[in-house]
C-alpha cells in the first residue's frame, strides 16, 4: 500500500499570499496518478488536479499541480478568501487507492 | 448535468446490516466505474472501492478494512451503484460519498451518514 504524507498539516497564510503544499509517497505513483482535492466543512471532496497536474474542469488557473514519481506540489499562486479550506492527495495508481492525511490551510 | 444521490444511510446497530444507494443521473451511468469512499467523524477520506463498468469486466475492488463485509454492485438499467454493507463495526461510521469513475473523480454526491452504534 501507498502511503501519502501531506505536508505541512496546518497552513496558515493571508489572502494574495501563495501556497505550496507538499504530498509524499512511500514509493513511486504509477503515471503520476496524483489527485488533489478541496473540500470545505459539509461538502464533498472537489477535484482540483488529476495527473499530478492536469486541472479540472473549471477550476481556476491559480490552482496548480507538479511533481512526480514520489514528490509532488500542489501550488495556489495568490489565495482568495474561498480557498481557505482543507486539502488532500490521493494516489490512484495502484490498489488500494490511498489520500494523505490533509492539509489544511487557514486564514492568518 | 451531472447528479449522483446518495441514500439509505442511517442508524444500525454493530454487526447488522446496510445498504446505500448512489442514484445518477446526467450522464451515461453503464459507460462508467462507479467508486465508494468514506469519511470518519472528524477524520480525513478514505476509499473503500470501485466496480468497473460491465465493459471491463464489472469487477469490483475493495480496501483492506471492508473486504469481506462490503460489496459493491450496480444495476445500469436503473442508472444505481449499491455498497451493502456487512458485519457492520462501529469503526464503519463515517458519511459515504459515492463518485463518478474510478480515477478522475470530477462528481461526487453529497453524501450518507452511517452510524454503526448499539
Known amino acids: 500500500e501507498i502511503v501519502l504524507t501531506q505536508s505541512p498539516g496546518t497552513l496558515s497564510l493571508s489572502p494574495g499570499e501563495r501556497a505550496t503544499l507538499s504530498c509524499r509517497a512511500s514509493?513511486?505513483?504509477?503515471?503520476?496518478?496524483l489527485a488533489w482535492f478541496q473540500q470545505k466543512p459539509g461538502q464533498a471532496p472537489r477535484l482540483l488536479i488529476y495527473g499530478a497536474s492536469s486541472r479540472a474542469t473549471g477550476i481556476p488557473d491559480r490552482f496548480s499541480g507538479s511533481g512526480s514519481g514520489t514528490d509532488f506540489t500542489l501550488t495556489i499562486s495568490r489565495l482568495e478568501p474561498e480557498d481557505f479550506a482543507v486539502y488532500y492527495c490521493q494516489q490512484y495508481g495502484s490498489s488500494p487507492y490511498t489520500f494523505g492525511q490533509g492539509t489544511k490551510l487557514e486564514i492568518k | 448535468e451531472v447528479q449522483l444521490v446518495e441514500s439509505g444511510g442511517g442508524l444500525v446497530q454493530p454487526g447488522r446490516s446496510l445498504r446505500l444507494s448512489c442514484t445518477a443521473s446526467?450522464?451515461?451511468?453503464?459507460?462508467?466505474?462507479m467508486s465508494w469512499f468514506r469519511q470518519a467523524p472528524g477524520k480525513g477520506l478514505e476509499w473503500v472501492g470501485f466496480?468497473?463498468?460491465?465493459?471491463?469486466?464489472?469487477?469490483?475492488e475493495y480496501a483492506a478494512s471492508v473486504k469481506g463485509r462490503f460489496t459493491i454492485s450496480r444495476d445500469d438499467s436503473k442508472s444505481i451503484a449499491y455498497l451493502q454493507m456487512n458485519s457492520l463495526k462501529t469503526e464503519d461510521t463515517a458519511v459515504y460519498y459515492c463518485?463518478?469513475?474510478?480515477?478522475?473523480?470530477?462528481?461526487w454526491g453529497q453524501g450518507t451518514l452511517v452510524t454503526v452504534s448499539s
Open positions: 514509493q513511486s505513483v504509477s503515471s503520476s496518478y
Open positions: 466496480i468497473r463498468s460491465k465493459a471491463y469486466g464489472g469487477t469490483t
Open positions: 463518485s463518478k469513475g474510478r480515477l478522475v473523480l470530477d462528481y
Open positions: 446526467g450522464f451515461t451511468f453503464g459507460d462508467y466505474a
